[in-house]
């Protein structure tokens, strides 16, 4: 099993629509969660971090839930602008292992 | 605001030859990282970085060498080149633990 999972979609989604990711860790010691937004063959870029009460940052919502250890990130009235890969980051300390990402393709 | 910067940002080489991949950041972060990324792979570890002088292994260190003699760069060697070793890489710096990591642009290299 991988240590950080998550579903490659594509997600096709129209304009406006509520589209949600997950990202399952494995090592229930993890501590810190990120959202990263990646452009094609462009550097991955901080999203938001990932808090156990939840955060929520304009149209972008990230979750933690501990017990079935995932993170999951929701945005609300999707833009064309989102279409990204969406990569998920854990760990604790000194290193971050990456999923693979979810690709969004956001449509008229 | 520079942040994270790489050189160079493409490059060819052929097999056997060697080169060396820079890194530097102006946030005075303590950690630095290299990773490369495949196609359906993610982002995979090279070798990292918690302080001046130091150097460690990540997932895939093999063909690989860093040195980081200054804390604001972070070099990574490719001793003698291997057509595996195409790839997209990207180096990152983190202020302290638990916390983000800052990517750099990436270096496009081709081995032929």
């Known amino acids: 099993r991988k240590e950080v999972e998550q579903d490659p979609g594509p997600f096709n989604v129209p304009e406006g629509a509520t589209v949600a990711f997950n990202c399952t860790y494995s090592n229930s010691a993890s501590q810190s969660f990120f959202w990263y937004r990646q452009d094609c063959r462009k550097e991955p870029k901080l999203l938001m971090s990932?808090?156990?009460s939840g955060n929520e940052d304009g149209r972008f919502t990230a979750q933690l839930n501990r017990a079935s250890q995932y993170i999951s990130l929701l945005i609300r009235d999707s833009k064309l602008s989102d279409s990204a890969t969406y990569l998920c980051?854990?760990?604790?300390?000194?290193?971050?292992?990456f999923g693979t990402g979810t690709q969004l393709k956001v449509e008229l | 605001n520079a942040g994270v910067t790489q050189t160079p940002k493409f490059r060819v080489l052929k097999t056997g030859q060697s080169m060396t991949l820079l890194c530097a950041q102006d946030m005075n972060h303590e950690y630095m990282y290299w990773y490369r990324q495949d196609p359906g792979m993610g982002l995979r570890l090279i070798h990292y970085s918690v302080g001046e002088g130091t150097t460690a292994k990540g997932e895939v260190p093999d063909g690989y060498n860093v040195s980081r003699l200054k804390k604001q760069n972070f070099l990574l060697g490719l001793e003698s080149a291997a057509p595996s070793q195409t790839s997209v890489y990207f180096c990152a710096s983190m202020d302290r633990g638990n916390q983000p990591q800052h990517f750099g642009d990436g270096t496009r290299l081709s081995i032929l």
């Open positions: 980051g854990t760990g604790g300390g000194n290193k971050l292992t």
């Open positions: 990932v808090y156990s």
